[in-house]
């Protein structure tokens, strides 16, 4: 017993050396009474002994191991604090357990609050990251077309990196994509105004048009969200130019009928009633591919109804052209009439229906036969001048020769009804008369003026206007002079019977020359096509020449006469 206590390597409690005393001599007195011998009592003894060892070892082990597990608790522990600080990309004010003072279980005790902390931490940047990513990932999948739902079970957190500045990244990131999104649907939402109101003006399905796109444009309001994928945007894209195209087509293709059916309108001289039924696509004719917004306005049935109305206007067209042809004609040969122009009508109708029967094109026809019109009216409008000039000059010309008429009648100063009005009508006439050598010299330099400038002759009634004039100066010199020389043979005779008189006497009183028939005042007058007359010299004062007149003639033929002198003779 007592090498046994000896050999213990620990102190034993007072109470634990008590219980073993008392535990021995209850032994002692067991092998007392059993007879057992000193050597077996001392191998029982040393057997205790060997068991009481090996429970010491195996604890002292046992605490060993324990010890172990804390320091390497302890240094996973230091170990994990590392790794979440350097992962968190923060500072954690911790000493290394070498110089920390106290027991393993005293270390621990300052480590696992801060391990709790930093993992609190690490869970809390996870959440903010995974958050985050998810929707980094759900705007990608969106603007990639992908439309499989995404989860935060389908991002991968790197935990390895799970700083703060790695944080704000992914949120820049995030606010980037946000802006890109926000960007994309005002971009489709641009898009669809477009295409709907493109769709109104031309009236086709812009629900068919967007789901043909893509359905969720169609069904946003009951789908997560409208398609901001790079697909979508390409497909608005290009329906709206598809669209913007269809639509300047169909205006242009409006706007060729529209001026198709104006210019029938006018060919056919249409009422008015009719036009105002199309006004709607008339009035299409001068706007832009901008002003065009009303609804249904370029709808293919507006396209389709101006196309029928073109079409059976066409076939009103042709027997219209011709009757317009023929006005047209009936134009241009007034148009020639009117200044005095030559025109064979009926060689020009012989050869307007030979064109028509021939298949000409009548719409070309009518648009030569307006150019004819239009060159006749300029050639028309060239000559009024000249025209005016000749009108003057046959007016003065037809003067004269009344003049010359009215001064042979030899009853034009007896009295009777209108005798004053044949007497003023003379004495505006002599004026006029005196006044045609200046009017013809004038009409002749115009004329030549007007040759110069067009590089052909002047017709007047298909003959040279300029060869006409010169014959009537000498036809009106011929006749000039032949009047002097009739008044100079009169004057003679007038001489001879005067003389005659004187010494024979007067036999019989002379006979009033002219035709006893002619009604007093009233000579006759002839018109003649190309302007004629003379110079006409007062026959009053040749017979104031000849002497003895009283007898013959009127009282106030003398007055008469001096007037002739200042106003009519040349």
């Given amino acids: 017993m007592s090498s046994m206590s000896g050999s213990s390597p620990l102190s034993l409690s007072k109470s634990a050396t008590t219980t073993c005393a008392t535990l021995l001599q209850q ?77 393993l279980k005293q270390k621990l005790s300052v480590v696992d609050p801060v391990l709790k902390d930093i993992r609190t931490k690490k869970q809390e940047r996870i959440k903010e990251f995974l958050n985050i990513e998810t929707q980094i990932a759900v705007i990608c999948a969106e603007i990639a077309g992908n439309d499989r739902v995404i989860g935060p079970t389908d991002i991968q957190v790197d935990e390895q990196d ?69 697909e979508t945007l390409a497909s608005l894209t290009s329906e709206v130019n598809s669209l913007k ?74 027997s219209k052209l011709k009757e317009l042809i023929f006005k047209r004609q009936n ?52 000559r009024k001048e000249v025209l005016d000039k000749v009108e003057k000059w046959k007016h003065a010309s037809q003067e004269e020769s009344w003049l010359d008429e009215y001064e042979k009648d030899e009853n034009r100063y007896s009295a009777g009804k209108g005798v004053h009005i044949n007497l003023k009508r003379a004495e505006k006439a002599r004026i006029l008369v005196s006044k045609i050598p200046s009017l013809v010299e004038n009409l002749t330099a115009k004329v030549k003026a007007w040759e110069k400038e067009k590089g052909m002759p002047f017709l007047y009634h298909k003959a040279p206007l300029l060869h006409t004039l010169e014959e009537y100066v000498i036809s ?13 043979q009169k004057r003679l005779q007038d001489q001879f019977a005067a003389e005659q008189e004187t010494i024979y006497g007067s036999k019989s009183a002379k006979k009033p020359l002219g035709n006893a028939n002619t009604i007093p005042g009233t000579p006759n007058s002839r018109r003649v096509s190309t302007p004629s007359g003379r110079y006409g010299v007062s026959i009053g004062k040749d017979k104031r020449g000849s002497g003895n007149v009283g007898a013959v003639i009127p009282v106030n033929y003398v007055a008469l006469a001096k007037d002739d002198q200042k106003s009519g003779g040349l």
């Fill in 331 to 382: 134009e241009l040969e007034e148009i020639y009439r009117s200044v005095h122009m030559d025109v064979d009508s009926e060689t020009a109708r012989q050869i307007l229906i030979q064109l028509m029967e021939s298949g000409s094109d009548l719409s070309y026809l009518l648009s030569s036969m307006d150019d004819q019109v239009v060159k006749a009216k300029e050639q028309a409008a060239s």
């Fill in 476 to 488: 009106r010199q011929e006749k000039q002079e032949e009047k002097r020389r009739s008044r100079e």
């Fill in 162 to 230: 799970l700083t703060a500045k790695r944080l704000g990244e992914l949120k820049s990131h995030l606010q980037e994509l946000q802006s890109e999104k926000k960007l994309r649907l005002q971009r489709v939402n641009s898009y669809m105004s477009e295409i709907h109101e493109l769709s109104v003006v031309m009236s086709l399905d812009f629900k068919q048009i967007i789901a043909n796109i893509n359905p969720s444009l169609a069904n946003h309001m009951t789908v997560q969200s409208k398609s901001i994928s790079n």
């Fill in 27 to 103: 032994l002692q007195e067991i092998w007392d009474e059993i007879g057992e011998s000193d050597i077996e009592r001392d191998k029982k003894l040393l057997q205790v002994e060997q068991e009481c060892l090996a429970i010491y070892r195996r604890n002292v082990e046992k605490e060993r191991k324990y010890r172990a597990e804390l320091h390497q608790s302890l240094a996973e522990a230091e170990a994990e604090i590392s790794k979440l600080v350097s992962a968190l990309g923060e500072q954690a004010s911790l000493p290394l357990s070498e110089k920390m003072k106290g027991t």
């Fill in 245 to 318: 195209q269809l639509k300047q087509q169909r205006l242009e293709r409006l706007q060729d009928l529209g001026s198709s059916l104006i210019e029938l309108w006018n060919l056919m001289d249409m009422p008015m009633e009719e036009q105002l039924k199309f006004n709607h696509i008339t009035s299409l004719v001068s706007s832009s591919i901008d002003e065009v917004s009303k609804q249904g306005s370029l709808a293919i049935h507006i396209v389709e109804q101006a196309e029928v109305e073109v079409e059976r206007l066409n076939v009103l067209k042709t």
